[in-house]
């Protein structure tokens, strides 16, 4: 459970899209929130701005979740800011363009891999560090931001994306139970066809309206709809859930 009084969000990739919806209804639930972005500081810069101006707080902290050092620092840039952090949102993610097995070279998996896995692994091992009852710390929640992929497998478009977001959900499974006794819950949510501009670096910017309507609710989501499924488990109404996933998929 989320110690009261003491909400302090990090929210990887908070620049954009689902990162910047989680970020704008965490302020609005009250969170002090660490919007972290590795390239893009106007973007970061307009989320922090949409929260001071509705009388929330928020800092921008640059950093790639891919580099330990930069992890270590965005912790402490938020920690000083706020207090130490409560809630981690593990949502930067990159994916590459359609590319059947083939045609995926080993440096391009390995780029997919380094931000979509070895960045939640370094987020989420620095959160348990700070947050483990057992460690002092005050206890606190973990969301991974997995992808209806991982169940799916992306067959003929990125099979690299969908194995790293298998990775991801094996680590929220077993991270879980190793932390649950120190105060600390872990869950994942698995969007599906989300409105965001992620569709636009996989080289198909029309997926969203072009697939929207072939899903069962008959479109795709929208950043706020997966946001709102993270700020729930966060939050202390889910207080007896841990390794569970969550899927925004439009029943797809
Ligand atoms: P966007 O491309 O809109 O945003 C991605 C965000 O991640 C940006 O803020 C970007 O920052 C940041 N980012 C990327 N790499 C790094 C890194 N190494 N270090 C720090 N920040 C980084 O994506 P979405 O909002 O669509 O995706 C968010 C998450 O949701 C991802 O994990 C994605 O895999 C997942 N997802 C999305 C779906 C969709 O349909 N949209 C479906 C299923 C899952 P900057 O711009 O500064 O580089």
Redesign the pocket.
Same mark, same amino acid.
């Not at 950093?63 to 891919?66: A, L, M, P, R, T």
């Given at each position: 459970m989320t110690p009261t009084g003491r909400r302090v969000v990090l929210v990887? %990739?908070?620049? /954009?899209?689902? %990162?910047?919806a989680t970020c704008v209804m965490a302020a609005r639930s009250g969170y002090a929130v660490g919007v #972290? @972005? /590795?390239?893009?500081a106007d973007?970061?810069a307009r989320v922090v701005e949409t929260i001071i101006a509705a009388g929330g707080r928020a800092l921008a902290v640059q950093?790639?979740?891919?580099v330990e050092a930069d992890v270590l620092r965005l912790f402490d840039a938020v920690q000083d800011a706020f207090g130490p952090v409560s809630a981690l949102v593990n #949502?930067?993610? *990159?994916?590459e363009t359609q590319a059947r097995l083939e045609q995926i070279s080993v440096e391009r998996l390995q780029r997919v891999l380094k931000? #979509?896995v070895v960045?939640v692994f370094l987020c989420a091992r620095e959160a348990v560090k700070r947050m483990s009852t057992r460690q002092g710390g005050p206890g606190g929640t973990i969301v991974n931001?997995?992808?209806?992929?991982a169940v799916l497998g992306a067959p003929g478009e990125y099979v690299d @994306?969908a194995l790293s977001?298998g990775a991801v959900d094996t680590l929220t499974i077993g991270l879980a139970k190793e932390v649950a006794a120190e105060g600390i819950r872990v869950n994942a949510v698995? +969007?599906?066809? *989300?409105d965001?501009?992620?569709?636009a670096?996989g080289g198909e910017p029309g997926r969203v309206e072009r697939l929207g309507p072939a899903q069962p609710l008959g479109r795709g989501g929208t +950043?706020e709809e997966v946001a709102a499924a993270i700020l729930w488990l966060l939050s202390d109404a889910a207080s007896y859930v841990t390794g569970s996933f969550t899927d925004v998929a439009g029943g797809r």
């Open positions: 990887t %990739g908070g620049s /954009r899209g689902i %990162g910047a #972290n @972005y /590795r390239h893009d973007a970061a950093g790639d979740v891919s #949502n930067a993610g *990159i994916l931000t #979509n960045g931001v997995s992808s209806r992929a @994306y977001k698995r +969007p599906g066809i *989300i965001t501009d992620i569709h670096s +950043p």
